[in-house]
Each structure stands twice: as C-alpha cells, then as structure tokens.
C-alpha cells in the first residue's frame, strides 16, 4: 500500500484497545481487518505489547479525521470494552519537519 493510503502524506491515529476486542477487529482468517484496510484504505497495525489488558492499534491514512473518526466508531460498535482514541499524528506540512499532534 503506497503511503498507506495512497499518494498523499501518511497521518496516523492510535487507539487503545482491549485485549478482547483484537480477535474480532483481525476477524477469521484475517478477514475483518484485511476487508477494514482495503475499503477504507488504510493500514492498521496491532502492537504485541500488552499494557493494561490492552493493545494499542495504529491506524495510518491519508484522509485523517473523516477515516479516523469512522474507525472510532467502528471500534466503539465491537462493543469489547472502552476504546481510547490516544493519539493523532497528522502528517507535516510542506516545508514542516514535525508530525502535528492533534
């Protein structure tokens, strides 16, 4: 996937995410997050690291706050505990040499 997204700058969101909702944002097979990715053309990464019986899940895109707030929202309807939208990482501007945080 080009720029994670496309030819555009990459911006990145990470949430929060229990451990029980992983096994249903991969889905059988890796079907769920395969489909997420391509529909919505994003990447989302899964980290390994456990903290608080939670995992966050780094969603990189080049439309950043219409595609981040649809995954929130996606990740809210899993219905698998609190998700905590933690970070926004909006790609620098031309010119810029820092990520913005939002």
Known sequence: MADAAGEGQANK???KVP?????RIIGRGGQTIM????SMQIHIQ???LTI???RNVVVTSTDPK???NQIH????ALDAGEIVWVEHLEA???GDSQPQRR
């Open 46 to 48: 899964i980290e390994q």
């Open 13 to 15: 969101a990470t949430f």
């Open 73 to 76: 929202e996606w990740l809210v």
């Open 52 to 54: 608080d019986d939670c």
């Open 19 to 23: 451990n029980a909702a992983v096994g």
């Open 35 to 38: 489909s997420l990715q391509q």
């Open 66 to 68: 219409e595609t981040f």
């Open 92 to 94: 620098p501007a031309i």
